[in-house]
């Protein structure tokens, strides 16, 4: 069965330091998402992606993020410039479909430490 | 702004036995779409029921089955006979209709399910 994959599962970075998450989404998906979850706290929406651009973002998303879909293959999350509250666990998803039939597919996520 | 609301961090039950999961969640909106997500140890997401809130008649899906009170904004899962393999963490969340694939969380419920 496709899989939504992320690399790495497991990243340590010093702060200030520049992080990309990469995902590989299902081949034939339209929409991809980047959430995270901060420990203890709720798992939240970051941005969604279609079409090669932004649709949307939350307000964590700020400038020190960026996405991009370089191969049409990987979807990747860029933080420029690690702060300690980044440390997080970073999920990205996938769907074919939007609304109610749309069901979106998980990664297992990436664990983020910032030092 | 949209919140969902889990109210029991963790829950146990017997194998065998029935448990109910509780989330209720504040909009002003007439029309929406819940979930309910398990995250089994180590693994991704996966979509476990949903329901249109226009549809009256709860959703089900085999041992799964919601109990969706619109007036009340109370959106509960029941899991019946339960296995060890639903020993997860499950995500309450909300979506708006306006096509964006965009979920809102709830907190998780840790749920294990004792032999």
């Known amino acids: 069965e496709p899989e939504v994959t992320q690399t790495p599962s497991h990243q340590v970075t010093q702060m200030g330091q520049e992080v990309i998450l990469r995902c590989v989404p299902i081949?034939?998906?339209?929409?991809f998402y980047w959430y995270r979850q901060i420990l203890g706290q709720k798992v939240e929406f970051l941005v969604s992606?279609?079409?090669?651009?932004?649709?949307?973002k939350s307000e964590i998303f700020d400038d020190q993020f960026s996405v991009e879909r370089p191969d049409g293959s990987n979807f990747t999350l860029k933080i420029r410039s690690t702060k300690l509250e980044d440390s997080a666990m970073y999920f990205c998803?996938?769907?074919?479909?939007?609304?109610?039939?749309?069901?979106?597919?998980f990664g297992e996520g990436s664990r983020l430490t910032v030092l | 702004a949209q919140t969902v609301t889990q109210s029991q961090p963790e829950m146990s039950v017997q194998e065998a036995e029935t448990v109910t999961l509780s989330c209720t969640y504040d909009?002003?909106?007439?029309?929406?779409?819940l979930f309910w997500y398990k995250q089994p140890p180590s693994r991704q997401m996966i979509l476990v029921i949903r329901?249109?809130?226009?549809?009256?008649q709860n959703a089900t899906e085999n041992r799964f089955s919601v109990n969706f009170q619109k007036a009340a904004k109370s959106f509960s899962l029941k899991i019946s006979d339960s296995q060890l393999g639903d020993t997860a963490m499950y995500f309450c969340?909300?979506?708006?209709?306006?096509?964006?694939?965009?979920?809102?969380f709830g907190q998780g419920t840790t749920l294990q399910v004792k032999p």
């Open positions: 998803a996938s769907t074919l479909t939007l609304g109610f039939s749309g069901e979106l597919f």
């Open positions: 909009t002003s909106e007439n029309n929406y779409y």
């Open positions: 081949s034939n998906h339209l929409y």
């Open positions: 329901q249109e809130a226009y549809k009256q």
């Open positions: 992606f279609y079409n090669n651009e932004i649709s949307e």
């Open positions: 969340a909300f979506m708006t209709t306006s096509n964006t694939g965009k979920l809102i």
